[in-house]
């Protein structure tokens, strides 16, 4: 499984972005993905996920900022960041989970500074 993540960048406090990311190859029906972050220093942190059926997990320090959603044809999740603030400043990265086996993208850098 290979996973192609973009949509990164600048913003200010207050701002958005919105993340996507695609997984190709051998794809299997169940699988989940979304999104951990690593910030300089700091371990990687879980911060959101969602299913095949769209039931979706969130971290609570995102929890009503983000929204995560995915399009099964397609094999993508997005992730809607609103309302950043400088502690989500972070290297973003894709995964896809399935039959209890991880897969990692490239990390997104997201810099939320003013």
Same mark, same amino acid.
């Given at each position: !499984?290979? =996973?192609?993540?973009?949509?990164? %960048? *600048? /913003?200010?406090?207050?701002?958005?972005?919105?993340?996507?990311? &695609?997984?190709?190859?051998?794809?299997?029906?169940?699988y989940?993905?979304?999104w951990?972050?690593?910030?300089p220093?700091?371990?990687?942190?879980?911060?959101?996920?969602?299913? !095949?059926? =769209?039931?979706?997990?969130?971290? %609570? *320090? /995102?929890?009503?900022?983000?929204?995560?959603?995915?399009?099964n &044809?397609?094999?993508?999740?997005?992730?809607?960041?609103?309302?950043?603030?400088?502690?989500?400043?972070?290297?973003y990265?894709?995964h896809?989970?399935?039959?209890?086996?991880?897969?990692?993208?490239?990390?997104?850098?997201?810099?939320?500074?003013?």
């Open positions: !499984v290979q =996973l192609q993540a973009s949509g990164g %960048g *600048s /913003v200010q406090p207050e701002g958005s972005l919105r993340l996507s990311c &695609a997984a190709s190859g051998s794809i299997s029906s169940g989940v993905m979304g951990h972050r690593q910030a220093g700091k371990q990687r942190e879980f911060v959101a996920n969602i299913n !095949v059926a =769209l039931y979706t997990n969130y971290a %609570g *320090s /995102v929890k009503g900022r983000f929204t995560i959603s995915r399009d &044809a397609k094999n993508t999740v997005y992730l809607q960041m609103n309302s950043l603030k400088p502690e989500d400043t972070a290297v990265l894709c896809y989970w399935s039959r209890g086996v991880y897969y990692w993208g490239q990390g997104t850098q997201v810099t939320v500074s003013s």
